[in-house]
């Protein structure tokens, strides 16, 4: 007699076999590797039936769409068991080789060294030389290499320079892992080594050049189980302006320099009120981020609703130069087909669109920005109003034929809508 859990797991799996292999055809990946990497990791954590449905293939879909299969090396599929909800829930997060792998076969750096150090390594390097790191460890001796002292990673390009090179001591990666939604989770008990250096991974990524879509959804998967907006606790001040670039006087992260954070992180802190301390005598007021206008938090976010129009905007009157025609069609399609990545939940939608703002607008002449901001508000009131469970196919449909009339085209990729 087979198993529940035999026929339970093929079920789960082939029922997303047709929006499943596209995308992964699109990723040199096939449904059937998929499928057999699928039911591998059941046999290994049963308690991955134990997920929601929904869940499940929200997970499973965002790990297909990064070209990444859940065999505990590229990727994993973790189940956790969700307070709010009352249910496990899964969740899908890519390990340091999917991630290494990705950013390779996408061309977006030709080198990545990501490593633990330990108290028996050497390990050396100068502060203001990004070529002198040294690491090394004797392979073949008895001698365990001790506990873990720091982590770094180093980005190279084609031409094997350093694009940049990141360190991180171990109070920082320790903080990490206190900032992280479930501290003592399996994966933190099991896999230490990895977290740390997926840690490193990706505050060394927000210092590189990243203009790849698929690649920077990617390395944007990490902040689900990591909570970086609290991290480092070290400031960084940048030497020629004295401006602080990471953290406040106060250990908080600046929000300039955290292109990480999640809309929902960012909604969060502007809800946060004004807290007074004293110091030196003095008042201070130290405002976490956003401003405070003494109201509740319900009404705060009772007049976030009301902000959220009835309409797309009104694309803008810009006659398009022949020559230009071209690329605003690539970049605009780009932009209008985020509301379409149903793969993706209304979040990490968002995320995905402020993240490509400054890459879309180095791509396109100033003149044509103003139709490049209502693409994006358009996009984004699209994600917003059906995140509100409220109808948006037939006004975004409406504002792609809009673009289209005015780049004078007969078509615009914008993804296929929900049935």
Same mark, same amino acid.
């Given at each position: 007699?087979?198993?529940?859990?035999? =026929? $339970?797991?093929?079920?789960?799996?082939? /029922?997303?076999?047709?929006?499943?292999?596209?995308?992964?055809?699109?990723?040199? @990946?096939?449904?059937?590797?998929?499928?057999?990497?699928?039911?591998?990791?059941?046999?290994?954590?049963? #308690?991955?039936? +134990?997920?929601?449905?929904?869940?499940?293939?929200? /997970?499973? $879909? *965002?790990?297909?769409?990064?070209? =990444?299969?859940?065999d505990s090396k590229e990727a994993v =599929?973790?189940?956790?068991? #969700?307070?709010?909800?009352q249910a496990h829930l899964a969740n899908y997060q890519p390990m340091v080789y999917g991630v290494v792998k990705r950013?390779?076969? %996408?061309?977006?750096?030709?080198?990545?060294?990501?490593?633990?150090?330990?108290?028996? #390594?050497?390990?050396?390097?100068?502060? &203001?030389?990004?070529?002198?790191?040294?690491?090394?460890? #004797?392979?073949?001796?008895d001698t365990p290499r001790g506990e873990t002292r720091a982590a770094y990673v180093i980005f190279r390009d084609d031409q094997k320079r350093v694009m940049h090179r990141e360190i991180m001591t171990? &109070?920082?990666?320790?903080?990490?892992?206190?900032? $992280? +939604?479930?501290?003592?989770?399996?994966?933190?008990?099991?896999?230490?080594?990895?977290?740390?250096?997926?840690a490193v991974l990706r505050r060394g990524s927000k210092y590189i050049t990243i203009n790849n879509d698929k690649i920077r959804t990617l390395?944007?998967?990490?902040?689900?189980?990591?909570? %970086?907006n609290a991290l480092p606790a070290v400031e960084r001040i940048d030497p020629f302006s004295g401006r602080t670039i990471e953290n406040d006087a106060s250990g908080r992260p600046a929000l300039a320099h955290n292109p990480g954070a999640t809309a929902d992180t960012r909604q969060r802190r502007e809800r946060e009120p004004v807290e007074?301390?004293?110091?030196?005598?003095?008042?201070? @007021?130290?405002?976490?981020?956003?401003?405070?206008?003494? $109201?509740?938090?319900?009404?705060?976010?009772? *007049?976030?609703?009301?902000?959220?129009?009835? +309409?797309?905007?009104e694309l803008p009157d810009i006659s398009v130069r022949q020559e230009d025609v071209e690329k605003a069609t690539e970049v605009f399609s780009k932009v209008l087909r985020v509301a379409n990545e149903h793969e993706l939940d209304p979040a990490d939608r968002r995320v995905t669109l402020k993240q490509l703002v400054p890459s879309w607008k180095e791509s396109l002449p100033d003149? =044509?920005?103003?139709?490049?901001?209502?693409?994006?508000?358009?996009?984004?009131?699209?994600i917003r109003t059906a995140a509100e469970g409220k109808s948006?196919?037939?006004?975004?449909?409406?504002?792609?034929? +809009?673009? *289209?009339?005015?780049?004078?085209?007969e078509k615009l990729n914008v993804g296929k809508y929900p049935d």
């Open positions: 007699m087979n198993s529940p859990l035999a =026929l $339970s797991a093929p079920a789960v799996i082939d /029922e997303l076999r047709g929006e499943l292999a596209p995308i992964l055809a699109e990723n040199g @990946q096939s449904f059937d590797r998929l499928r057999t990497v699928f039911m591998i990791a059941v046999q290994q954590n049963p #308690d991955i039936l +134990k997920c929601t449905p929904e869940s499940l293939r929200r /997970e499973i $879909s *965002k790990c297909a769409a990064d070209g =990444l299969v859940p =599929l973790l189940p956790y068991w #969700d307070r709010d909800a950013m390779k076969e %996408l061309g977006s750096v030709f080198n990545i060294v990501c490593e633990i150090v330990c108290r028996e #390594d050497t390990f050396s390097f100068n502060a &203001a030389d990004p070529d002198s790191l040294v690491h090394t460890w #004797d392979v073949f001796s171990l &109070a920082e990666l320790q903080s990490v892992r206190n900032a $992280s +939604k479930a501290p003592n989770s399996p994966a933190w008990r099991n896999f230490e080594g990895e977290m740390y250096q997926k390395i944007e998967r990490q902040d689900a189980l990591f909570d %970086l007074s301390r004293s110091e030196g005598g003095a008042n201070i @007021q130290t405002r976490h981020s956003g401003i405070n206008d003494g $109201s509740t938090r319900d009404e705060q976010t009772e *007049k976030k609703k009301a902000d959220l129009p009835e +309409k797309p905007p003149y =044509l920005h103003p139709i490049l901001k209502a693409c994006i508000d358009a996009t984004d009131w699209s948006w196919m037939g006004d975004h449909a409406a504002f792609v034929f +809009k673009v *289209k009339s005015l780049l004078g085209i």
